[in-house]
């Protein structure tokens, strides 16, 4: 999906956006409010202006692609030639137009064109209990990290919310930084130390195998850390060097490997408050769980605006993948009607038990293979309703008729959630210059293997020409 860079706007152009971007949202609230599994019992269908639901009715997946979000398609030049309404093209073109570009400058792919389970850019030690996507991430965020290391002349890397380690273990015995995990979970912070060891003990075996390559410096695992970071307040943990600095006070990095909610917004607050804190390259996603107020808005600018607000149900919508989404769209599979059987199945429950509005419901395996009363009966069962509940067989059917609708509505939700986490990132960025930082924004990862892929970066020294750096896929 094309949109616009963030390095090509001054801060009175981000300031603009962001009022162009409040002001879209809040013209389309209805349809980023609406919960598709009440499509039926809400009937979402009929909120769409009438020529746009005559634009979509009878539009199939792949042509939805084509439409919606420019994949070519089989019939794309007989679908390009429809009219259609105005204001539905302003919707796509202006989702395009507003929101941050995730396309990187690089050529993702080629790093698993000879295998899709392994990276050929990372050695085989890197590479084991590691899936492909996060081979894909540490490598990618890692090496950035490095480089603003460098640039910044830091003395020590804090990777917070680290997890199992992957990315401490690939900057510290890979990239020979220093650097200290933080992780709240015991048990993650157990596996990542166990994992640290077997990591050194396959290094040793490959120089073993190969003398030729000579380790000129002695090998620094990662120190970790149990302890939870609290958004709320400073964590002196976070700020203790791991060894005293040889000149001057430590100058610490802080990253994120999409850290969760509150935490990305701790590393801001932490960064701006610090003066040993003197870069950031932060990766954020989980926006549902932001605190409201405290996690957004963080700007002055943003919290300013008229219909700045984001609830939850705006947030939780940023997060969806809208790559592979679209992806499952070209490809028309028999998944897509899951959207439609579940909200079948709220109109079964409101009737059972008019209260119990949107209940979780546990995954049901293989929906596509199901008929829809199939599926109506075991979600019943997984709400705690009796499953035998009599069935309007004839209703049901009428709402499967309707499974295109249900997924031409999803789709212009979807369109609509990048500018959501455009708003939320951009008031990140302007929360950072307000406090005279330097901050950009950049798309790291390859948006169909990691669909939050925007790294904020954040300096208190200009970045210059170390932005190209930083953009640059290492050979």
């Not at 609406?34 to 792949?62: K, R, V």
């Not at 700007?299 to 919508?317: D, I, N």
Request: proline fraction near 7%; glycine fraction near 6%.
């Amino acid at each position: 999906m094309p949109g616009i860079s963030a390095r090509g706007l001054s801060h009175e152009g981000r300031r603009q956006l962001a009022v162009n971007l409040t002001r879209v949202l809040a013209l389309h609230r209805s349809i980023l409010d609406a919960y598709i599994i009440e499509f039926f019992t809400d009937n979402l269908w009929d909120t769409l202006p009438c020529s746009w639901q005559e634009a979509l009715d009878g539009l199939n997946p792949p042509q939805l692609a084509t439409m919606l979000y420019g994949l070519e398609g089989p019939c794309a030049g007989e679908l390009k030639a429809l009219m259609w309404p105005l204001t539905l093209l302003a919707l796509k073109s202006t989702a395009c137009a507003l929101a941050f570009t995730r396309t990187p400058g690089f050529q993702t792919a080629s790093e698993f064109l000879e295998n899709p389970s392994q990276s050929s850019r990372l050695t085989a030690p890197f590479r084991k209990h590691v899936r492909p996507k996060k081979q894909h991430e540490i490598r990618r965020l890692g090496e950035l990290v490095k480089k603003l290391s460098d640039f910044t002349g830091c003395t020590q890397v804090v990777d917070v919310g680290s997890g199992q380690g992957h990315l401490s273990r690939f900057m510290a015995l890979g990239l020979g930084l220093m650097v200290k995990s933080i992780e709240g979970d015991q048990r993650l912070v157990e596996r990542a130390q166990r994992l640290d060891q077997e990591l050194l003990q396959a290094l040793e075996k490959e120089e073993k195998r190969n003398p030729q390559v000579v380790q000129t410096s002695p090998r620094h695992s990662p120190h970790h850390v149990v302890r939870w970071v609290d958004p709320t307040a400073l964590c002196e943990e976070l700020l203790l060097p791991l060894e005293n600095p040889c000149q001057g006070r430590a100058r610490l990095l802080l990253t994120g490997l999409h850290a969760c909610g509150d935490l990305s917004v701790a590393l801001l607050r932490h960064f701006s408050c610090c003066p040993e804190v003197v870069a950031l390259a932060s990766v954020g996603c989980c926006y549902m769980k932001l605190s409201d107020p405290g996690g957004y808005p963080l700007s002055q600018w943003v919290a300013g605006l008229p219909g700045y607000e984001l609830p939850y149900r705006l947030r939780e919508g940023a997060c969806h993948a809208l790559e592979e989404y679209a992806e499952r769209l070209q490809k028309a599979g028999p998944g897509l009607r899951t959207h439609c059987y579940r909200a079948a199945l709220e109109t079964v429950i409101r009737r059972a038990r008019p209260e119990l509005r949107r209940p979780g419901v546990q995954g049901i395996p293989r929906v596509h293979e199901l008929k829809i009363e199939e599926y109506v009966q075991r979600g019943l069962q997984r709400v705690g309703l009796d499953p035998q509940l009599p069935l309007n067989l004839a209703a049901l059917r009428a709402h499967q008729a309707q499974e295109n609708r249900v997924v031409a509505f999803f789709s212009l939700a979807l369109l609509l959630a990048p500018l959501v986490e455009t708003l939320i990132l951009l008031d990140r960025l302007l929360y950072l210059q307000e406090q005279g930082f330097h901050a950009e924004l950049l798309p790291i990862f390859s948006p169909e293997l990691s669909p939050r892929n925007l790294v904020l970066v954040a300096t208190k020294m200009p970045l210059g020409q170390a932005l190209s750096i930083l953009e640059t896929e290492d050979s």
